[in-house]
Nanobody
Framework: QVQLVESGGGLVQAGGSLRLSCAAS????????MGWFRQAPGKEREFAAA????????YYADFVKGRFTISRDNSKNMVYLQMNSLKPEDTAVYYC????????????????WGQGTQVTVFS
C-alpha cells in the first residue's frame, strides 16, 4: 500500500503551464507503476498518463500527447505531470494513482488513489 498526495494544481490562463506533483509514502514505491487521471465536472474519470515502475515506458491519452509529460523520481518517491499548452478543456480534478499490476489505462487497475488537485484553465 502506498499513500498518495497531489499538489501543484491551480488557476492558469490558456496556453500556460502547470507541474503537478504526487508524493508517495509507504513501502516499495519503486515497484508501483503510476498514473494520472482527471475528472471534469459532470464527466467520468479519464486516463491522462502513466509511467512504468522502472520509468522506461510511458503512456498518454491522445488528448495530452505532445503537451503533457509524466515522470518519476524513485529516490524521492515522487511522480510528476508537466502540463504545457493548457486548454480550458483541461480543467478538472487531477488524481495520482498507483498500480502494482503495471501501467494501465483502466482506472480499475489502480489500487491506491490520492485525493486530487484542482486544475482550472481560463481563456
Amino acid at each position: 500500500q502506498v499513500q498518495l498526495v497531489e499538489s501543484g494544481g491551480g488557476l492558469v490562463q490558456a496556453g500556460g503551464s502547470l507541474r503537478l506533483s504526487c508524493a508517495a509514502s509507504g513501502h516499495f514505491f519503486s515497484m508501483y507503476s503510476m498514473g494520472w487521471f482527471r475528472q471534469a465536472p459532470g464527466k467520468e474519470r479519464e486516463f491522462a498518463a502513466a509511467i512504468h515502475w522502472s520509468a522506461d515506458s510511458t503512456y498518454y491519452a491522445d488528448f495530452v500527447k505532445g503537451r503533457f509529460t509524466i515522470s518519476r523520481d524513485n529516490s524521492k518517491n515522487m511522480v510528476y505531470l508537466q502540463m504545457n499548452s493548457l486548454k480550458p478543456e483541461d480543467t478538472a480534478v487531477y488524481y495520482c494513482a498507483a498500480s502494482y499490476l503495471g501501467a494501465a489505462v483502466a482506472s480499475r487497475n489502480y489500487e491506491n488513489w490520492g485525493q486530487g488537485t484542482q486544475v482550472t484553465v481560463f481563456s
